[in-house]
């Protein structure tokens, strides 16, 4: 049996990537004619047409997708076998890392992060991005370093993530509201006018599942796509928000909470990156500080997870 030609790999890796030929071939300084040639040796290597046409652009095969998980992995395991190890010297390290957060993060533990990094690793830069969904794309395509969520069905099998704290969801009103003045229960609840946050366009949650087994049901005057127009909204107004307890702590000045009565669980607020980083020094010593700035913790942690 022939042995296989590796450098096929990394076309493959950056074939599926691109999903476009001559975006490939400029990717790998070859021309587009060269790079067909490569598709048409991957196709006859890997049995499957890997890429086929639909409309003007091509899309993956069944097999293609499955492979996209793995080439990566096979393509940056041996780029670092290859690659020489140096130790990390965090005063000289110049590096910008791109960090993904649920709303709220900033405010909450940006300004010990800051500090943190700052005192550590002068030239480290961060980068703060928003976190509009939960697709983990961006951790795969290496233009998110690191972000911090809840995990859902969206997050990438191959993620890593260790969890950082635990975190419920609350009500608020502003200071002074008819609510506050009596027992809370849910009857009350439901019956004043509610804020829903909504990135999407979700026009009901879990609060209204909650409220419908009780056979009672909300209304939503207004929808928002964040938590901190809704703390904006509920403290000038009559309305009612329901918020996350730690993503608002640090802007919600101005407002009275309280604990839902309804029956939510708890979720889990979680660090998520891709494995290729896991050996990665530099990127090792950032999860460090990420988890001991979130826990107020040092030293020994969960194990990281899948």
Known sequence: MARPDLNLLVTLDVLLAEGNVARAAQRLRLSPSAMSRALARLRDVTGDPLLVRAGRGLVPTPRALELRGLV????EDAEALLRPARSLDLKTLERTFTLRNREGFVQTFGPALVARIASEAPRVVLRFVAKPDKESTPLRDGTVDLETGVIGDTTGPEVRAQALFRDRFIGIVRAGHPLLDGPLDAARYAGGDHILVSRGRRERGPVDEALERMDLKRRIAVTVA????????ARSSDLIAQVSDRATAAFRDGVASFALPVD????TVSMLWHPRMDADPAHRWLRTCFREVCTGKTGDFPPEQC
């Open 72 to 75: 990566g992995q096979v393509v």
């Open 226 to 233: 964040s938590f901190s127009e809704a703390v904006a909204l």
């Open 264 to 267: 939510l669980p708890d979720f």
